[in-house]
């Protein structure tokens, strides 16, 4: 009788644990027992040894990036350490002892953005400066053109302007790769144009959104995005645009269903709400309230999300108020896979490389793939830059430095490391652009290609775009080149919105 107990329960063990089996341990057990069979050579037995050491690992996106880097002999040292930073998976955020951080408080909280993208410090004006660089996540992100009360003294608080007047634009235009509001379009317009996105799959139909609530959460979206010289609102439209015209132009609607096309475009206009001008590395250094709060863990894009859900909550502005618990509780979790997606050094080789091993098979009815593509599609609007029309992707090429240079100063003035690509000192525009193409936008968007084929003309830009950089590196020292940035701005013509004649 105990015997065939102990026989029964043995079976009942090896049921559950072949259950539970995950298929990396199905793969693990699979090659070590290839691996104790007689009659393998040296070579093959040595060979499957190394799988096995690496099947083991803790983290298995992590590519080599020691012997990999060593390849590239022209790599700069700067774009070195941005990768070993970057795209090191199991370093994260570059995390200073507790000894080496300044004391938490003691970052200058009255900080703001000059036109040059400098920092003013204590009360110092120039101008009309940003919105405050430090100031507290939720505090009032204050007023501005598209406020309420500035839009009711315009007459512009109407329903016809909101949808209408203000959107007097048609779609082909909107689907184009070269539509360009960074300059010229008002804010105001760019809101009313994200609602065109949703009335072009009939989302507002479909899910039975509310109008007046949806006009009152874009504004307060807009409200939430400060002054810095790249995460600011324009930049998460024309992020937003990008995932317009891979969804329509290059067909990965196609792939997607009808709720999930929802959760991308709200994602992207959502991706950086209420972002500082600061980067994770930098929150987490200095021991900042955000990064307490979230333990360090994709700071910033866990805050993106906190804000915009708790927008939502608001009854006046949520306009998702008709979808059904289980239709939102997906939404949700779609939207925070796709904004969470969005930090590279935790996420940007994983989702790579999982994304990479299923489009041989791709399956649309498979959830698991269709979540996956909606992460690429979201890490490719959001690093879209580089791939624009060259005098877009130059600028918004500057305007990110002139943000980066400004941490990299305000770093340096609190005795921290200055992050790599942040030394106004050290860094050169055109070598850095080429190698964020080569390293991580082109293998991306390459990958995305082997899908979606209509993305070929863009990888044809990317490779326009490098060989333009390249023809502008000089001998000229770093700092003379990069303090002409906001100088060059202030003679740049304003591109308004066309469309490029290759589509």
Known sequence: KVTELEHELEQLQLQVSEAVKTPVQVIYRTVEGISRQEGLTEEVRNALSVIIQSLSSSNLYEPAFASELRS???????TREWLNVELSVRKGAAVLPARQRPAIGSTPRSSSFTSSGKLLQDGQAEGTAGTSLLQDAMG???????????????????????YLAEADVDFATLQSWSCNMYRDESEDRLLALFALFLEDF???EEFALDRGRLRRFLRQVRKRYKANPYHNFRHVWDVTQACYHFLTFCKAADLLSSLEVLSLLISALCHDLDHPGLN?????????????LYNDISVLENHHVCVLFKLLQQDELNFLCDLPRPQFQTLRR?????????????????????????????????????????????????????????ETAKYWAESLFLE??????????????????????????????INF????????????????????????????NSAEWKSRITPTSPSSSTESVAAARDDESKPRLTSSPRE
């Open 72 to 78: 590239f002999d022209s790599l700069d040292d700067a």
């Open 140 to 162: 009032d992100p204050g007023t501005g053109p598209g406020d309420l009360a500035s839009r009711q003294s315009r007459g512009l608080d109407r329903d016809d302007a909101f």
């Open 202 to 204: 009939d989302l507002i």
């Open 280 to 292: 994770n590395v930098f929150l987490v250094n200095t021991g900042a309230e955000l990064a307490i």
């Open 334 to 390: 779609l939207v925070i896979n796709n904004i969470l997606a969005t930090d590279v050094a935790r996420f940007h080789v994983e989702i790579c490389t999982k994304f990479g091993a299923i489009v041989p098979a791709f399956d649309k009815e498979n959830p698991e793939h269709r979540g996956l593509l909606l992460q690429m599609l979201m890490k490719a609007g959001d690093i879209s830059n580089p791939c624009r029309p060259f």
């Open 404 to 433: 980066t240079f400004a941490q990299g100063d305000l770093e340096r003035q609190l005795d921290l490391p200055v992050s790599p690509m942040m030394d106004r000192e050290t860094v050169q525009l055109p070598q850095s652009q």
């Open 437 to 464: 193409v080569k390293f991580v936008v082109m293998p991306m968007y390459k990958s995305l290609c082997d899908l979606l084929p209509a993305i070929t003309p863009i990888i044809e830009l990317l490779n326009s």
